[in-house]
């Protein structure tokens, strides 16, 4: 069965080619907002390292989605004000939408969340217990605060355990409010909030918590594109809230074949964001040439490490190629590149656990410096670099920086599972700065400053007696390119969408599994960084993003 469905799947959504467009626009809105599906969802009653030992899938056939007992409409569709629910639930502007969810991305924080590592971005989450991202599964620390973000949601069929999933999109197919018009139904929307459970059919939450999405990034990226506006927003923020390169500026990141790593060298070579401008010429020429020039560059310039583990030589220019291509890297280059092989004593000190760190092959690090000064128009070295990994890896990055330049080291995920050790030599005669960046509490505090804005503005109206119901001017504060502001969530996701459409912004490629294949889409991610894998699906120059599928099966 399962079987039958990946087929059906992957005939759905055949192999992309730059020109080819999605053509189920139309059938897919009307299905999502006139069809009763199954209600389904991803659900775990209890912590645990592997996601297959605590997941559990969930339908009732018998049920279809539009006919759950959602709590706040009757069969009319008028809103029961008084149902308990509904002051909870509601913005300020009363506004509620309910999304059918088309497609959900995997992504590591989803694991995290189920290990209880990864503590909530709500603020008013704070005063029960949040789970230390120290904390082991066998701790069990207490769900509440997880259970914070998915009681947002309303209209559950099964209320009784937080469900999986924190980014997606999907379509509106009810919104409730006297002014509902800003989501007709059929508008494609993203997640603005974190967190919100979204591994199920539908889901019911006040608007303020989904930020609308042209439909051209569906027609352009089909179901890669519903990791686009987490990955690629926080991608977006880790570029301009520390350290706004200057022109022709080189930053240096780690994991460069992951989501964000990949959506974040695209965004740094991106004219729309950064100035027209005449790049080096490794940069999107689509003819793979690796070699640069010196001409000026309005656009900072990315460079990425990523893992050679064991693959291939050809495995592994692949890779290279593809994301000095199409990722629009300057060069790429093998972290294990830069440290020395470790002998006997070092890696015996590794398997009874003793040994604290491989050491760094100096030499690399000389030549790798000489490589990029030589790439920026400056001379000078990176004064940004992003790290998703931690520990050796991260060691790497902190001595390819500038020193005294302010330059900053950005962690922004922990893949090796280790810390980040900044040498006190690199702090004090450096001057190296060590900051870190969760989008989840940027998106929160973000949601509040709007709302909070929203309402000064209505007050402000009334007491003028005006009706205008224009925008806020929001937060123009921080992220600036191109003379033009970006901080607004739904700014944010209007950049993303314009860039795919304008600049051929590219998510990671997807594997889509339907929702109720859970084990064999959890086993597929467990096998995709097993490079003597010979399951075609995990052939792929960088790696995939799992896509659950939450539609009727
Ligand atoms: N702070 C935030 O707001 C935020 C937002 C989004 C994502 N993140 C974090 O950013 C990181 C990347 O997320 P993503 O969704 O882009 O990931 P992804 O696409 O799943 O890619 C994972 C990346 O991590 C590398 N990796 C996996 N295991 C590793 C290990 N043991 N040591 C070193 N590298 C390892 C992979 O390299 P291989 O291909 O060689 O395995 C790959 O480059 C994650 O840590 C995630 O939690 C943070």
Redesign the pocket.
């Known amino acids: 069965m399962a079987g039958r469905h990946l087929l059906r799947t992957m005939n759905r959504y055949p192999l992309r080619r730059a020109s080819i467009y999605y053509p189920k626009l139309d059938a897919h809105r009307k299905q999502c907002t006139t069809t009763s599906r199954w209600y389904h969802e991803v659900s775990y009653q209890r912590y645990g390292n592997d996601p297959k030992d605590v997941l559990s899938y969930r339908s009732d056939p018998r049920i279809g989605d539009l006919d759950l007992p959602d709590p706040i409409i009757d069969n009319n569709n008028n809103i029961d004000e008084k149902h308990p629910s509904f002051p909870d639930c509601r913005n300020e502007d009363g506004l509620l939408v309910r999304v059918e969810m088309m497609h959900v991305?995997w992504?590591?924080?989803d694991v995290?969340t189920i290990q209880g590592r990864y503590p909530s971005p709500y603020p008013y989450a704070a005063s029960s217990q949040i789970p230390s991202i120290a904390s082991t599964s066998s701790s069990r620390p207490d769900r509440k605060s997880i259970r914070v973000a998915s009681n947002r949601c309303i209209g559950r069929y099964f209320e009784k355990d937080p469900i999986i999933g924190s980014e997606g999109w999907g379509r509106i197919t009810h919104s409730i409010s006297s002014s509902s018009s800003s989501f007709p139904p059929g508008t494609l929307v993203t997640m603005g909030l974190p967190g919100l459970g979204t591994l199920r059919s539908s889901l019911w939450v006040p608007a303020s918590a989904v930020l609308p999405v042209a439909d051209v990034v569906w027609e352009r990226l089909g179901p890669a594109g519903c990791?686009l506006f987490?990955?690629g927003g926080?991608a977006l923020r880790l570029l301009s809230d520390f350290v706004v390169a200057a022109p022709g500026d080189v930053v240096i990141q780690?994991?460069?074949?992951?989501?964000?790593?990949?959506l974040a060298s695209q965004l740094a070579a991106s004219p729309i964001l950064f100035g027209s401008s005449s790049k080096n010429n490794t940069n999107g020429d689509g003819d793979g040439n690796t070699s640069t020039s010196n001409e000026y560059s309005t656009a900072p310039i990315m460079v990425s490490l990523?893992?050679r583990?064991g693959k291939s030589k050809e495995s592994f220019d692949e890779t290279v190629d593809y994301l000095t291509r199409v990722g629009k890297n300057a060069f790429v280059v093998a972290e294990e590149d830069f440290f020395l092989p470790e002998d006997s004593s070092t890696s015996k000190g590794r398997e009874n656990g003793t040994a604290k760190t491989i050491k760094i092959n100096e030499a690399a690090i000389r030549e790798m410096r000489q490589r990029l000064r030589e790439l920026s128009p400056t001379g000078s070295l990176p004064k940004l670099a992003l790290n998703?990994?931690g520990?050796n890896?991260a060691r790497v990055l902190l001595k390819l920086l500038e020193p005294n330049a302010g330059s900053t080291m950005v962690t922004?995920?922990?893949?090796?599972?280790k810390g980040v050790d900044v040498a006190t030599p690199q702090l004090i005669f450096n001057d190296v700065r060590a900051v870190?960046?969760?989008?989840?509490?940027?998106m929160v505090r973000q949601h509040e400053q709007e709302q909070k804005q929203q309402a000064e503005q209505r007050k402000r109206r009334i007491v003028r007696g005006e009706t205008n119901n224009s925008k806020s001017s929001s937060n123009r504060d921080g992220c600036s390119w191109n003379n033009k502001s970006y901080n607004r969530r739904d700014e944010v996701v209007e950049i993303l969408s314009r860039l795919v459409q304008e600049e051929d912004l590219k998510c990671?490629p997807a594997h889509v599994v339907c929702m109720e294949d859970l084990e064999e889409g959890l086993l597929w991610q467990a096998n995709?960084?097993n490079c003597q894998s010979s399951d075609p699906s995990h052939q792929s120059p960088?790696?995939k993003?799992l896509v659950w599928d939450c539609g009727e099966q």
Do not use: E
Not at 436 to 442: E, I, L, N, V
């Open positions: 991305p992504n590591p924080a995290n990791s987490q990955l926080t780690n994991a460069g074949n992951s989501g964000v790593g990949f990523i893992r583990r998703a990994v520990g890896s922004y995920g922990g893949m090796s599972g870190g960046y969760w989008h989840s509490r940027w990671p995709q960084s960088i790696r993003k």
